[in-house]
């Protein structure tokens, strides 16, 4: 069975415990330069930290770091950890072992237009017939049928090959690109916004990308208006 899945993000719950901080610790930091530090308040570093912004003294945001968890497809991630300077902790196709559930989790593009939810097996010998997604009668369109027959078939692959005693490091090879993943991506809020400009502000950023760091930008811009507020413009 193959299972479609929207990509999305999700924050761990320790970077939800150092969200509230870290403008504070911004600001501390930041003061340094100016020995300024008596003019800290309890409501100061918003104030301050959108002066740095706008006066390009962005080397301060990167003595903040934040974490988020990222839902995608491989080909999404491979665009991903080109950002410097960052860490990844990546899922692991070698270390994990998907013939041990009953599904393989996919990310299905727009082009495609297939919705979320569990597909069976569309294609039996030379037959594409009427299949079930979460129990609602879909009828494929040829090129949805052909896409899920790809991608099933690249799995069932796998599981067989994994039965036949192949390592799931070497099994892996057959996957497709379309297989979910997830990463722990960290940035410094310098990094963020760099990354916010190239993949969620960029009209050329892929599909994907785009799509979860717009809705990161719009969390982040509730978290830290300071920071982030100038990337509406």
């Known amino acids: 069975m193959i299972e479609v899945i929207k990509p999305t993000y999700y924050w761990p719950e320790t970077t939800v415990q150092m969200l509230p901080f870290l403008v504070s610790h911004v600001e501390r930091c930041g003061r340094i330069c100016y020995k300024s530090e008596d003019k800290i308040t309890e409501d100061s570093a918003d104030k301050f930290v959108r002066n740095i912004c706008r006066n390009r003294h962005e080397s301060v945001l990167e003595h903040a770091t934040v974490t ?29 072992n998907y013939g041990k559930v009953d599904s393989l989790k996919v990310i299905c593009p727009p082009s495609i237009g297939l919705f979320p939810g569990n597909y069976e097996s569309c294609y039996y010998g030379n037959k594409f017939p009427t299949t079930c997604c979460d129990g609602q009668a879909v009828i494929f369109n040829p090129r949805q049928t052909a896409w899920i027959h790809q991608v099933d078939g690249a799995y069932q692959e796998y599981k067989n090959e994994l039965s036949l ?61 300071a920071v982030f507020d100038d990337l509406r413009e």
């Open 165 to 225: 005693g192949v390592k799931s490091e070497d099994a892996r090879y057959v996957l497709p690109n379309a297989t979910k993943t997830e990463l722990a991506v960290t940035f410094n809020l310098r990094q963020w916004r760099h990354v916010f400009q190239e993949r969620a502000l960029n009209s050329h950023a892929q599909w994907e990308i785009k799509s979860i760091f717009l809705a990161i930008l719009a969390n982040l811009q509730i978290y830290f208006p």
């Open 68 to 96: 988020a968890i990222i839902v995608c497809s491989r080909a999404c991630s491979h665009q991903l950890v080109r950002h410097r300077i960052a860490a990844y902790s990546q899922e692991s196709q070698r270390y994990c």
